[in-house]
T-cell receptor, first 118, second 114 residues
């Protein structure tokens, strides 16, 4: 099966500009995650969707970050305006979620988008 | 919210030795504990996971142990090989409304010297 797809793979922008990332999860995966991974740290969950509903967005800086998952498939993450500290790898992951009576929580990660804010 | 501490931050071993990475968590509601391996410039990949109703799980050279009372879990790699060199992340996930909310540790850089 095809894996999680993300684009673009790399992005360089000036501070105060806006940027958008796209994620296509594995087909049939109900749960989608966006993570921010700063160099030398573990992934930090920004937002989690189950189908097209938000499960958790407690660590999303909502004054500048937004995300949507229309139709419960693809998702976009936007930063507007970007700050220097937003330089990081943005990882998208998906899992099957609730499949019948069992929750399939194994996450599959995409290749990530490496963002550099100058 | 959940807080995950991971130690050590760097671990250097000789090929053939064993490596142990330890994590502690704070939320007693956490019940799913995956471990990921991330090679330089690549995506994290699940290598093993454990659920709270199990104390230990093994998969060839890799094992994970869980102590729910003490709120800690560990990754054990035996007979290490140079290709085991990577950053390893632990995570703890409480379930909320039928979904799992993962919190990751800061990672351990494992270096296996030939």
């Amino acid at each position: 099966e095809a894996g999680v797809a993300q684009s673009p793979r790399y992005k360089i922008i000036e501070k105060r500009q806006s940027v958008a990332f796209w994620c296509n999860p594995i087909s049939g995966h109900a749960t989608l995650y966006w993570y921010q991974q700063i160099l030398g740290q573990g992934p930090k969950l920004l937002i989690q969707f189950q189908n097209n509903g938000v499960v958790d967005d407690s660590q999303l800086p909502k004054d500048r970050f937004s995300a949507e998952r229309l139709k419960g498939v693809d998702s976009t993450l936007k930063i507007q305006p970007a700050k220097l500290e937003d330089s990081a790898v943005y990882l998208c992951a998906s899992s099957k979620g609730l499949a019948g009576a069992k929750y399939q929580e194994t996450q599959y990660f995409g290749p990530g988008t490496r963002l550099l804010v100058l | 919210g959940e807080n995950v501490e991971q130690h050590p931050s760097t671990l250097s071993v000789q090929e053939g030795d064993s490596a142990v990475i330890k994590c502690t968590y704070s939320d007693s509601a956490s019940n799913y504990f995956p471990w990921y391996k991330q090679e330089l410039g690549k995506r994290p990949q699940l290598i093993i996971d454990i659920r709270s109703n199990v104390g230990e799980k093994k998969d060839q050279r890799i094992a994970v142990t869980l102590n729910k009372t003490a709120k800690h879990f560990s990754l054990h790699i035996t007979e290490t090989q140079p290709e085991d060199s990577a950053v390893y992340f632990c995570a703890a996930s409480p379930a909320s409304g039928g979904s799992y909310i993962p919190t990751f540790g800061r990672g351990t850089s494992l270096i296996v010297h030939p």
